[in-house]
């Protein structure tokens, strides 16, 4: 059975071509909109009942698709979601939470057959995220928090990775620290492809590098037996004067382990956390040094983009990156002299 990807191909245009031509949920040029109903015909292409409903009614309902396996375990995604959900409201839609296994759609092409959404927001994007095309194929109307490998023509709003890592490896230079270590997420986060921590980790890599700075990566579930376990090794190599950690689980572990092995901050160690939520901050002590952005606007750009989307007399494709900036509190500082 011929698929929106066959159509797209023998039409000479992209997939999300396709699925706005058969959902008419954005204008497009009578040449091309031939061209997708000429190759629909031909492969007896049979949209599905989601993409019939969405060119006649809309049903006031929008998804936000988070994988069951990806907890909420950090505020930065949990103020997401409740922003999302207040902007949908204020703006008269109704925002489902729904989850499925990662790489799973089975449930998912259900919801859409049965014609129950206007739209969906893909959190925890991976970079070969089966999700989009499983909505693209269903012409159902998406925005990504957060990028895949090739988001080409789709919309999304993402943290700007590389320039919140840029922005750290030079924060921490202009200190005169030359070397730092960077406690990650998990290896099976970086196995499982997450945009956001792949090009966090790449851009680290590279700035380091440009700027002549000693990065050296360790792994670690944000859990406090697999925290302590990294910072125990970390800690025993005395060259190193700064900890970078992304998100706040992850930081509010370190500090912990850090206050518990008795190591000063920052007169010992310096901390810095990379897209962290302003409100966890407010818990440590001394207070955290962060580069980051609200990231309740992720939440609401994201349903403003996808309301807008349906909305929309245009063609043009909105893609955001929000930069973060640099908040100097107490938990960094230039490196200590030399032991």
Known sequence: MAGITDVAKLAGVSVSTVSYTLSRTRPISNSTRERVLWAVEQLNYQPNVMAQGLAGSRTGFLALLLPTDEAISDSFTFDIIVAAAETARDRGFHLVLWTEPAGETKGLQDLMRRGLLDGALLLSVRLHDTRVQALQEAA?????????????????????????????????????????????????????????????????EAATKQLGINLRSAYSDPNAKALETVMIDVLKDPSVTALLALGDSAVVGIRSILQAMQTPVPDYVSVLGLLISTRVTETIWPQLTTITHDPKELGQLGVLTLIDSLDSSTTDVTQILLPSKLNERTTTAAPRFPL
Do not use: W
């Not at 957060?146 to 750290?168: F, I, K």
């Open 140 to 204: 159902v109307p998406l925005v990504m928090i957060g990028r895949n490998e090739n988001p080409a023509d789709c919309l999304y709003v993402d943290s700007d990775a590389a320039q919140a890592a840029d922005a750290a490896i030079a924060y921490l230079a202009r200190l005169g620290h030359t070397n730092v270590d960077y406690i990650g997420p998990s290896n099976s986060a970086h196995q499982a492809g997450f945009g956001i921590v792949l090009r966090v980790h790449e851009a680290l």
